[in-house]
């Protein structure tokens, strides 16, 4: 049973341009949300973040919205750039005190020149 | 500041041997958290120590287990290695433990192989 879904497996966008990447969950329990940026054999790197009391977060380039009856959320990039060119990895924490973070599978995004 | 760290980062084991991983957290982070991450089930939760205590664990068979030890570090454990175990290994560290807000800060993981 997968909590947080990433459905678009891949994205390519053009410089200079808007990437949109987006993810669900099921588990309303969810209270936490971050999204994460990860080359290969590299650990994830720690993008931006948003808590469910907020609808939108906003850091330089990188934009987090959230609709929480939609259970939906997604990442804005703006302008893309080709170093943005990685795959990114939703990810949901939910209240009790736990810091067990449940991951989408990811999206691999690549922005051409 | 130095990052989280993990050794190795690199491993080739074959199957039935046990393995040994070691993370060292951000420092001044309490919380450790470790994943497996596979192209087939992306990355799952194994477990969280906050204080040399397993507060969290995620569905993973009795062979993999762990420990944090009084300076935060921490390792995890895989025996009687299978196939299957080849993933990347990450380790997380974050502030404070239970936080609503805390972030996780992930290391650059160790490539385990079995053959």
């Known amino acids: 049973d997968q909590q947080v879904k990433q459905n678009s497996p891949s994205l390519s966008v053009q410089e200079g341009r808007i990437s949109i990447l987006n993810c669900d969950y099921t588990n309303s329990m969810f209270d936490y949300f971050l999204w994460y940026k990860k080359y290969p054999a590299e650990g994830p790197t720690f993008l931006i973040s948003?808590?469910?009391?907020?609808d939108k977060n906003e850091d330089g380039r990188f934009t987090v919205f959230l609709n929480k009856s939609a259970k939906h959320l997604s990442l804005h990039i703006v302008p893309s750039q080709p170093g943005d060119s990685a795959v990114y990895f939703c990810?949901?924490?939910?209240?009790?005190?736990?810091?067990?973070?449940?991951f989408g599978k990811g999206t691999k995004l690549t922005v051409n020149p | 500041k130095a990052g989280v760290t993990q050794t190795p980062r690199y491993l080739i084991k074959t199957r039935g041997q046990q393995v040994t991983l070691s993370c060292s957290p951000i420092s001044g982070h309490r919380s450790v958290s470790w994943y497996q991450q596979t192209p087939g089930q992306g990355l799952q939760f194994l477990f969280e120590?906050?204080?040399?205590?397993?507060?969290n664990k995620g569905n993973f068979p009795g062979r993999f287990s762990g420990r944090q030890f009084s300076n935060s570090r921490s390792e995890m454990n895989v025996s009687t290695l299978e196939l299957g175990d080849s993933a990347l290994y990450l380790c997380?560290?974050?502030?404070?433990?239970?936080?609503?807000?805390?972030?996780?800060?992930f290391g650059p993981g160790t490539r385990l192989t079995v053959l």
């Open positions: 997380a560290s974050s502030l404070l433990a239970g936080g609503p807000t805390d972030t996780q800060y």
């Open positions: 990810a949901a924490k939910s209240e009790g005190g736990s810091e067990k973070l449940v």
């Open positions: 120590y906050f204080s040399e205590t397993q507060r």
């Open positions: 948003i808590s469910s009391i907020k």
